[in-house]
């Protein structure tokens, strides 16, 4: 697998032209037919008798090679990246909340197709539990072996992108100067705000992240954004590198938008609401200045003191001990921490 080493301007504007070209084309051709569209969208929906893909589409390749992983994935890396989401899941489903997702919508351009396909603000709470039970299901110990979920749950996500892309395009609002929607630029910001800015997250929080975690964990990401159909030279294969492409989308998307404050205020307002009795809304969005940095969240609106100092270091404090804890084993830890998930409110 080689990566890109220099992340140029003129690089990258040619990602933000492309889409996932299989994908795309695969579902141009099957919404021609009113029939295999159905068929199409009851698999997704997850309907009874539709399990398997390939037995209804025989003969489409990236269809046919969705359960294949890249010959430069290691099982190993990705074991240790799996028990390290395992050790730590609650904490990162928080974050996704407080950090990943609101750290996309400051790419401006990005942003527009969530705005546009207005689940996001419409249904928030629903968009939000798909997304999570989307990431539990692929962390899961084992979602890539054999009898794993974890392909089906990223051809379903990766079609849905592509029938967003479908959609928006036909709509008549999308503007070619943000660039194609959903596009391969996006796609590599978003996989690294649920990786590498997970991991400075969880920094922030207190946590200890070694090296060897930190990459295993970038590494079973860097496999599902493969299998997401992430195009290979926008893989980082190193932890500096995933910094540097990090810095380089930053520096050119993101910028204050009224969708993007939009969007977080949606969020922001769905968060204060699930936590109600547990944090007031100022601790909230206190943590979430917090974590995502004065300068982002100042795009994006969050308009919050600090947290107290001595509220962050009590917060730090207790997140150093808990990652003293004896290990437990990662199947036990990602159960447990699941099925506490499932009993969460979601309204």
């Known amino acids: 697998m080689s990566g890109h080493h220099t992340y140029t301007n003129e690089f990258l504007n040619g990602k933000r032209l492309l889409g996932d070209q299989p994908a795309d084309a695969f579902i141009a051709q099957a919404f021609k037919d009113a029939g295999l569209k159905k068929d199409l969208q009851l698999w997704l929906s997850g309907a009874a ?7 209804q589409f025989p003969g489409v390749a990236f269809i046919n090679e969705a359960n294949c992983l890249p010959a430069w994935a290691s099982p190993r890396l990705m074991k240790i990246g799996a028990a390290f989401f395992a050790r730590h899941a609650e904490t990162i489903m928080t974050l996704l909340g407080l950090l990943s997702l609101p750290y996309c919508y400051t790419a401006a351009n990005g942003a527009m197709v ?4 207005e689940r996001m603000r419409n249904e928030t709470s629903k968009r939000l539990h798909e997304t999570a039970v989307f990431v539990w299901e692929i962390m899961a110990p084992g979602a890539f072996a054999g009898d794993g979920n974890g392909f089906t749950e990223i051809l379903k996500v990766r079609l849905m992108h592509a029938a967003v892309r479908y959609y928006t395009l036909q709509s008549g609002k999308w503007d070619d100067a943000w660039g194609f929607p959903i596009n391969q630029e996006d796609m590599a910001g978003t996989n690294l705000s649920f990786s590498l800015i997970v991991i400075r997250g969880l920094r922030l929080m207190g946590f200890t992240v070694s090296e060897a975690d930190q990459e295993a964990y970038i590494h079973l990401w860097n496999v599902i954004g493969y299998l997401s159909g992430l195009q290979e030279d926008l893989i980082p294969t190193t932890s500096k590198m995933a910094q540097l492409l990090d810095h380089t989308i930053n520096a050119r ?14 969020l922001t307002t769905h968060i204060v609401s699930v936590n109600e009795g547990k944090a007031t809304a ?5 943590l979430m200045r917090y974590l995502l ?3 982002v969240a100042d795009i994006l609106g969050i308009d919050a003191p600090v947290l107290p100092a001595y509220k ?3 917060l730090r404090t207790i997140n150093l001990f808990k990652g003293f804890k004896p ?11 699941y099925s506490e998930f499932k009993k969460q409110k979601t309204a």
């Open 49 to 55: 008798g539709y399990s398997r893909l390939t037995e």
């Open 327 to 337: 290990e437990k084993d990662p199947q036990t830890a990602y159960s447990r921490a």
């Open 253 to 266: 998307q993101f910028c204050v938008s009224e969708h993007g404050r939009r969007l977080t205020q949606t």
């Open 114 to 117: 969530l705005y546009l396909s």
């Open 282 to 286: 100022k601790e909230i969005l206190g």
């Open 293 to 295: 940095g004065a300068d």
């Open 312 to 314: 962050l270091t009590l």
